[in-house]
């Protein structure tokens, strides 16, 4: 059993993946500001209030998380996939997090997969780049698997 923390977590996307991972018996913490915290639980997760342009609301969320999901491939708010993600990122340096997923896509994510790229490298966590609307399962299980 794997923990996993999805910021972007109220997306129909990432509610499909809280409800398959939840299916094999695995923990999801969604991230959400308070607006999709329903569909959140329904889907089997547990909603995290927080906000990822704050990170600082997320300190906490990370523990125990075996992955990161980070689904803000549809979110142009330039922070969000450059100073805010480094910001997370280095937070999750000594933790229990092992594998970080990010979602690409919108404007700004050239700069924020470098981020990752660069950072997951030199910290040796395992990660992974998807395009927004490319399948999230896969992903997810290549980095279960390392």
Same mark, same amino acid.
């Given at each position: 059993?794997?923990?996993?923390? =999805?910021v972007? #977590?109220?997306?129909?996307? $990432?509610?499909?993946?809280?409800?398959?991972? +939840?299916?094999?018996?695995?923990?999801?913490?969604?991230?959400?500001? !308070?607006?999709?915290?329903?569909a959140?639980?329904? $889907?089997?997760? %547990?909603?995290?209030i927080?906000? @990822? /342009?704050?990170?600082?609301?997320?300190r906490?969320?990370?523990?125990?998380v075996?992955?990161?999901?980070?689904?803000?491939?549809?979110?142009?708010?330039? /922070?969000?996939?450059?100073?805010?993600?480094?910001?997370?990122? %280095?937070?999750? =340096?000594?933790?229990t +997090?092992?594998?970080f997923?990010?979602e690409?896509? !919108?404007?700004?994510? #050239?700069?924020?997969?470098a981020? +990752?790229?660069?950072?997951?490298?030199?910290?040796?966590?395992?990660?992974?780049?998807? %395009?927004?609307?490319?399948?999230?399962? @896969?992903?997810?299980?290549?980095?279960?698997?390392?």
């Amino acid at each position: 059993m794997a923990r996993f923390l =999805i910021v972007g #977590a109220g997306s129909c996307r $990432a509610l499909a993946l809280t409800r398959g991972l +939840v299916a094999e018996r695995h923990a999801v913490r969604g991230v959400t500001r !308070g607006a999709h915290r329903e569909a959140i639980e329904e $889907a089997g997760g %547990e909603a995290w209030i927080g906000d @990822p /342009d704050v990170v600082g609301t997320l300190r906490y969320a990370t523990e125990n998380v075996t992955l990161l999901l980070w689904l803000l491939g549809g979110v142009e708010q330039e /922070d969000l996939h450059g100073s805010r993600l480094q910001m997370m990122l %280095e937070r999750t =340096i000594d933790t229990t +997090v092992r594998g970080f997923l990010y979602e690409a896509g !919108g404007a700004g994510t #050239a700069s924020g997969a470098a981020i +990752v790229e660069r950072m997951a490298t030199y910290n040796e966590i395992p990660f992974s780049i998807v %395009e927004k609307g490319a399948p999230l399962r @896969p992903a997810v299980d290549e980095l279960l698997s390392r």
